[in-house]
């Protein structure tokens, strides 16, 4: 498929996705929500990449869903039509972790696809904001429980509320991005997270993620137990076996995926 709205590149075993349209701060229209579910999916398939990166501009990583396109959207549009949030979902079905690297803008829709990632690298110009309250709705992907569960009740009410932004830092302190760095290296950092991923066993990697993301959807007996069966499921894997024998040989394991 010829893409348009999104540039998409591997670098070794990482899949890098670029959303791209610059002269409306990559907002997320339903041609670019395609292609990005599109671009996933093929990542997910391909045997030859171990880790995903959704990146945007140094400006912008998404400054929401576009506002233009949804103005005249009717109840029925919405509802019926499911026309602005149909193609959101897709990223909650790729098995392989996705890394959000996210410089300047990500605003309503896209600080929650931002959040829809694994985790979110971000620069130090990095700006987070729920702010639908302006334009007189709510967020709608996820924004209202993704951001109590990631950052607190307390200032989840705060962005949502008031419509204000969370700069890198204040996001780093809540719990909502795991590292900053200054904004030239953005790019750099998030490959590098992504090569070390793509460095562990595919398998193991794919449980991890599968594990996390149950702690989101469980209680912590339930959530424990899974991880239990997941880590017994491990003892089945090749790569264990070479895993614990590099250990103990005192060298770099050769994980084969199986
Ligand atoms: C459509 C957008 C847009 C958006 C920016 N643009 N954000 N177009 N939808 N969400 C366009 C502008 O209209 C403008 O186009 C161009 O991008 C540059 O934007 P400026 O406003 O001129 O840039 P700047 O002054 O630097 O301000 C940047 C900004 C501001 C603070 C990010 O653009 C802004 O507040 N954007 C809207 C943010 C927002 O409300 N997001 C939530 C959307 S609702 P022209 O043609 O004039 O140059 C949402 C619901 C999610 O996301 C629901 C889930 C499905």
């Not at 009717?74 to 996705?98: C, H, L, S």
């Not at 989101?216 to 017994?232: A, D, M, P």
């Amino acid at each position: 498929m010829e893409f348009e709205c999104i540039l998409v590149e591997t670098k070794e075993k990482v899949g890098l996705i670029t959303l791209n349209r610059p002269k409306a701060l990559n907002a997320l229209n339903d041609q670019v929500m395609n292609e990005l579910g599109v671009a996933l999916k093929a990542f997910d398939q391909n045997d030859a990449i171990q880790c995903i990166v959704i990146t945007g501009s140094q400006k912008a990583f998404a400054a929401g869903a576009d506002i233009a396109a949804m103005a005249n959207y009717t109840f029925m549009d919405a509802y019926k039509g499911d026309y602005i949030t149909r193609n959101w979902e897709t990223i909650r079905q790729i098995r392989k972790p996705v890394i959000a690297a996210v410089a300047g803008y990500a605003l309503g829709g896209g600080c929650e696809l931002a959040m829809m990632c694994d985790f979110i690298i971000a620069a130090d110009n990095a700006k987070f904001g729920q702010p639908e309250v302006k334009l007189g709705t709510l967020p709608g992907a996820g924004g209202t429980q993704r951001l109590p569960r990631a950052i607190s009740k307390a200032k989840a009410m705060d962005m949502c509320l008031t419509a204000r932004m969370m700069d890198a830092e204040e996001a780093e302190r809540a719990g909502l991005v795991s590292r900053i760095v200054p904004v030239d290296m953005l790019l750099e950092e998030a490959l590098s997270a992504a090569n070390t991923i793509a460095s562990m066993s595919l398998p193991i990697i794919m449980m991890i993620k599968e594990s996390v993301n149950r702690a989101y959807e469980t209680t912590l007996s339930e959530g424990v137990h899974f991880e239990r069966r997941l880590f017994h499921s491990s003892f089945g894997t090749e790569d264990q076996k070479e895993g614990m024998k590099a250990f103990l040989e005192k060298r770099t394991p050769e994980f084969k995926n199986q």
